[in-house]
């Protein structure tokens, strides 16, 4: 991997490369990488008789998402280790752990910035995080405040406003909305903290939002079992706060940085230039499109790490015949949410 | 006649009982045929197919064959006194066999089941209620099924304290939670801990089954795994190939499985990914890994080189096996440890399994089954004999 993947891609575009035609033959020379570097991932191919030359994006090996959480998956050596991503984990069991070096560390924050740069512009905009100060100090950082840092980045004079308790600080929210309210400013959060937060405010008085963008995602468990959707979160902020714009955005800790937005027009999230996606069914066959299934996702930014191509526990379609302008660029495709957990049967156990 | 505090009754009454009567008494087997009757009787039965399993196995007809078979007119024996069962927490029906024992047996019994609010556990406890209200009222001595909080170790202390026998279903971790507590000093432990199964298969005697016979075999085999999702502790892991033509042997048996499978099995999502994971972590740690034979992900077969005695460490779950070939019955001896509990077989007569047992006084396997059989539970178990366990042995001169 000797040229940055961000450079190649900016070229593809450049000479008008379509991602078609780009996109596999990237995810060939990925593999091979990961294969040449990691000897678990190396072991996976041999024994499923791997052929290295495959460009069928069907065809790429796929690894479960929840394997980062039983192994430590690198291509590097650990010398180079810059940062570990870890994610929260379902109750009782133990976190993935994403390693990354610096060039994949890089590589994540400028794809991120491409990405985030359709919605936001080219300038930094001031930045309303509703989290608390996640305060890093080691190099192991949990999804959620990797997040944090990473959208960070293209905000300026950043304000948290949950305090210690995870409740708003109100002040801090009028003062911030007073000083840059009446021009364009950015909100981040999880979808579950953004969802008590502004619930929690509508009982207190009227706060303008009108030029916030609101972007937010993660936290699905606790959204679900609230059962509401998304449209109707959505049309009840802009209803209440006014909000200029809210999106939601699909990523994985697995792959940080090439993150899924929704579009604008069809709502349905969207594959970027660094991204793509297919359906698979039970038996980890390719669906067709319109059909429900679990999600399997590619990246072109993990180099330290074998996470490419991940098979995820999520179930959701890929759009059909989405005549979205949006599409022009890939698939678009909708997340149902957690496929619900198998109740583990046998004698083992008497929890 | 203690009454418990801080639990949920859900069937009996709320005063802790320690009495004792001679084994497979008459009022008892047709206290469980009754609520056999009821179970089958059951309006959406077909939806559990474990509720139809208990209710199959509770028959009178069924139980009177236990007493046949362990019933010694020559010998005295009564029930030990209280029995205090801890239930699994993932196998709805389990409670009742071990209720089975612990009352054909001649003993009190508490049952403590898990917190998870299974249908089978409502349906089951609520019609044993409507039998202890009704004809059998005597019995309310002898059943008391309960539920509380694991955190509430007080209680499975005091509940310890007064027993004179405990069943400690649930694998190592609770048995060695349960143990903690302290049991009167002439009480007994039953404790069920992790166990490995296995199976032996005679290739040549298979290849010799009418396509009919074998086809009946593999659904037996599923059987013996897939109904639990491979977790039951006497469903098999490793297969081990005994012959020649081994090649033709396993690609028919391991293909008719996987059409029984596509018929019978539902594998939802979260399962199947993790189902791929553990195959995954599987060829990236295990070295002792051959080659890989996927059957569209219902199915694995992995073969292994070297039999080890690691192999009980090889599990699979829903559907996800490790294979070996061996020559003679003698290399069971290489995998021979304490955690291997049941040996499934097919094409061997008894006398030759009898023989190894024998010959080579093996530290495992505690049942030998034909396939089918593996999770037929009985009153030998895990290499207890349940019903002596369970009763006093009175001797008289």
């Given at each position: 991997m000797k040229q940055n993947i961000i450079k190649r891609i900016e070229g593809y575009e450049k000479i008008g490369v379509?991602?078609?035609?780009?996109?596999?033959?990237e995810l060939k020379k990925l593999t091979k990488h990961h294969f040449n570097k990691s000897k678990e991932y190396k072991k996976l191919l041999i024994y499923n008789k791997y052929d290295l030359n495959n460009v069928?994006?069907?065809?790429?090996?796929?690894?479960?998402?929840?394997?980062?959480?039983?192994?430590?998956?690198?291509?590097?050596?650990?010398?180079?280790?810059?940062?570990?991503?870890?994610?929260?984990?379902?109750?009782?069991?133990?976190?993935?752990?994403?390693?990354?070096?610096?060039?994949?560390?890089?590589?994540?924050?400028?794809?991120?910035?491409?990405?985030?740069?359709?919605?936001?512009?080219?300038?930094?905009?001031?930045?309303?995080?509703?989290?608390?100060?996640?305060?890093?100090?080691?190099?192991?950082?949990?999804?959620?405040?990797?997040?944090?840092?990473g959208f960070s980045f293209f905000g300026t004079d950043h304000e948290y406003i949950l305090d210690s308790n995870g409740k708003i600080n109100k002040n801090k929210l009028r003062t911030f909305l007073n000083k840059y309210g009446s021009t364009k400013f950015f909100v981040f959060g999880f979808t579950s903290y953004v969802h008590k937060c502004f619930f929690e405010l509508i009982k207190?008085?009227?706060?303008?939002?009108?030029?916030?963008?609101?972007?937010?995602?993660?936290?699905?468990?606790?959204?679900?079992s609230k059962k509401i959707s998304n449209q109707l979160f959505k049309k009840y902020l802009i209803k209440n706060f006014n909000f200029k714009e809210v999106i939601d955005y699909y990523g994985m800790v697995e792959q940080t940085g090439s993150i899924f937005l929704e579009c604008k027009y069809c709502l349905n999230f969207m594959t970027s230039y660094y991204s793509d996606i297919l359906i698979r069914d039970k038996n980890l066959n390719i669906v067709e499109n319109g059909k429900k299934g679990l999600i399997q996702l590619f990246s072109l930014l993990p180099t330290s790490y074998p996470g490419h191509s991940i098979l995820t526990e999520d179930i959701g379609e890929i759009v059909k015949n989405n005549s979205c302008e949006c599409s022009n660029i890939g698939k678009s495709f909708k997340v149902h949410g957690r496929s619900t957990n198998s109740e583990l049967r046998g004698c083992s156990d008497t929890i | 006649m203690k009454k418990l505090k801080n639990i949920k009754i859900l069937a009996g009454d709320d005063k802790t009982y320690n009495n004792v009567r001679l084994p497979f008494e008459e009022k008892s087997l047709n206290f469980f045929n009754e609520l056999s009757n009821k179970i089958s009787n059951?309006?959406?039965?077909?939806?559990?197919?474990?509720?139809?399993?208990?209710?199959?196995?509770?028959?009178?007809?069924?139980?009177?064959?236990?007493?046949?078979?362990?019933?010694?007119?020559?010998?005295?024996?009564?029930?030990?006194?209280?029995?205090?069962?801890?239930?699994?927490?993932?196998?709805?029906?389990?409670?009742?066999?071990?209720?089975?024992?612990?009352?054909?047996?001649?003993?009190?019994?508490?049952?403590?089941?898990?917190?998870?609010?299974?249908?089978?556990?409502?349906?089951?406890?609520?019609?044993?209620?409507?039998?202890?209200?009704?004809?059998?009222?005597?019995?309310?001595?002898?059943?008391?099924?309960?539920?509380?909080?694991?955190?509430?170790?007080?209680?499975?202390?005091?509940?310890?304290?007064?027993?004179?026998a405990r069943i400690i279903w649930g694998g190592d971790k609770t048995v060695e939670k349960i143990k903690k507590f302290e049991i009167k000093p002439n009480a007994v432990d039953i404790s069920f801990a992790d166990r490995y199964s296995i199976c032996v298969i005679n290739s040549k005697k298979f290849l010799s089954l009418r396509l009919e016979e074998k086809k009946l075999l593999v659904n037996k085999f599923y059987n013996d795994t897939f109904t639990l999702d491979q977790n039951g502790c006497s469903s098999p892991h490793l297969i081990l190939w005994y012959g020649a033509n081994l090649k033709k042997v396993k690609e028919i048996f391991w293909s008719l499985l996987a059409n029984v499978v596509k018929k019978r099995y539902n594998l939802i999502e979260s399962a199947a990914v993790n189902k791929y994971m553990l195959l995954c972590k599987s060829l990236m740690q295990n070295n002792n890994?051959?080659?890989?034979?996927?059957?569209?992900?219902?199915?694995?077969?992995?073969?292994?080189?070297?039999?080890?005695?690691?192999?009980?460490?090889?599990?699979?779950?829903?559907?996800?096996?490790?294979?070996?070939?061996?020559?003679?019955?003698?290399?069971?001896?290489?995998?021979?440890?304490?955690?291997?509990?049941?040996?499934?077989?097919?094409?061997?007569?008894?006398?030759?399994?009898?023989?190894?047992?024998?010959?080579?006084?093996?530290?495992?396997?505690?049942?030998?089954?034909p396939i089918g059989q593996a999770l037929d539970l009985d009153f030998i178990w895990d290499g207890y004999d349940i019903y002596s366990f369970l009763t006093r042995a009175i001797d008289i001169k």
């Open positions: 379509v991602k078609k035609s780009f996109f596999p033959e069928k994006l069907n065809k790429f090996p796929f690894v479960p998402t929840s394997l980062f959480k039983e192994i430590s998956l690198k291509s590097i050596k650990d010398n180079k280790i810059y940062k570990i991503l870890t994610s929260s984990g379902t109750s009782g069991s133990a976190p993935s752990k994403i390693y990354l070096d610096r060039i994949n560390a890089q590589n994540q924050t400028i794809a991120l910035s491409k990405i985030m740069t359709t919605i936001l512009g080219d300038q930094r905009l001031p930045m309303l995080i509703i989290d608390q100060n996640p305060n890093v100090t080691t190099n192991t950082f949990s999804a959620r405040v990797a997040a944090i840092n207190v008085s009227k706060y303008d939002f009108s030029q916030g963008i609101l972007l937010h995602g993660g936290g699905w468990k606790k959204m679900e | 059951y309006k959406h039965i077909e939806k559990y197919p474990d509720l139809s399993s208990v209710a199959f196995f509770c028959r009178k007809a069924n139980l009177i064959n236990f007493k046949n078979k362990y019933l010694d007119n020559n010998q005295i024996r009564i029930g030990r006194g209280l029995v205090f069962h801890i239930a699994p927490s993932n196998a709805p029906t389990n409670f009742l066999y071990s209720l089975i024992f612990g009352l054909l047996t001649g003993n009190s019994n508490i049952i403590k089941i898990s917190s998870k609010n299974y249908d089978q556990v409502k349906i089951i406890c609520a019609l044993i209620n409507e039998l202890l209200k009704n004809r059998y009222k005597n019995l309310n001595k002898f059943i008391k099924i309960i539920q509380y909080d694991n955190s509430q170790e007080k209680v499975t202390k005091e509940i310890s304290q007064m027993s004179d890994i051959k080659d890989l034979k996927i059957y569209n992900n219902s199915l694995y077969t992995l073969s292994i080189k070297k039999l080890r005695n690691d192999v009980t460490n090889y599990k699979g779950q829903w559907g996800y096996f490790y294979q070996y070939q061996i020559k003679n019955l003698k290399e069971l001896k290489k995998i021979d440890t304490k955690k291997i509990q049941t040996l499934t077989y097919f094409g061997f007569k008894k006398s030759e399994l009898k023989k190894i047992i024998l010959n080579y006084q093996l530290k495992g396997v505690d049942r030998i089954i």
